[in-house]
Each structure stands twice: as C-alpha cells, then as structure tokens.
C-alpha cells in the first residue's frame, strides 16, 4: 500500500514514516461493481484513495471521467468542506483507503508541505470543475 501511496500527487516528497501514519489513521474498505461511493450534493468530510478497481465519476447521468488504481477521488471535502460535486460509482470491486479530515488537516499542520499539498489540491480541484 505504501507503493501505491507514495505515487500520489499528495504525498510527492513525504517521507515514508509520515505516510504510514496516514495509513493507521484511515480506513480500508471495499465497493461492490455498481455501488455509489459519492453522491452528487452531499456532505461529507472524507476523500478515497483507490487502492484496486476502476470508477466512474458523473455529473447527472453523464459520465465524465473514470478513475483508475492509485488515484485519489473526493479531496474537496478535505480542503473545502463544501457538498460533493459529482457522483462517484464503482465500475469494478474496488477496494479503497478512506481519508479522514480531521487527520488530515492534522497531517498538513505536520507535514512540511502542508501547504503545498493543499495548494496543489485546490488546483486540482480547480481544473476538474472547468470539465
């Protein structure tokens, strides 16, 4: 799990001890193909880091992107605390590592680049909501 991690955009440059910390302080847990993981308006204060499987994102009924092993999906709630933008649903078994918030925000206070994490999701967030 620490490989797949480690790729992310999130913990570019963090070391592996600070990692493992956000590993023991999230929680594994699998969705079956054609489960919802996000709804589209609600609220939530968790994003997902997907460890296997594939899942679509959607707007509506419109599919408007999919998302593969490795990728983390939902970190607005994490940054911005506002409801979910899209609908997240599994295309395959998925199997996730869920994020909590509250450690979260503990990590970035943490982590050197706490800011340049959360900079870096705010872009990412940014590009998204031009699609």
Do not use: H
């Amino acid at each position: 799990m620490l490989n797949i991690l480690k790729k992310l955009y999130i913990f570019e440059g963090i070391s592996d001890d600070l990692i493992n910390d956000f590993i023991k302080n999230s929680i594994l847990k699998d969705f079956k193909k054609g489960e919802t993981i996000i709804k589209e308006g609600e609220k939530s204060n968790n994003a997902y880091i997907l460890l296997s499987g594939i899942v679509g994102i959607y707007r509506g009924e419109k599919n408007i992107s999919t998302i593969f092993e490795g990728d983390i999906f939902g970190e607005i709630a994490l940054v911005l605390n506002e409801p979910r933008t899209a609908t997240i649903k599994a295309e395959t078994d998925v199997k996730t590592l869920v994020l909590n918030n509250d450690f979260f925000e503990e990590f970035l206070k943490n982590s050197p680049k706490g800011e340049y994490i959360k900079t870096t999701i705010l872009n990412r967030i940014i590009q998204n909501n031009k699609k």
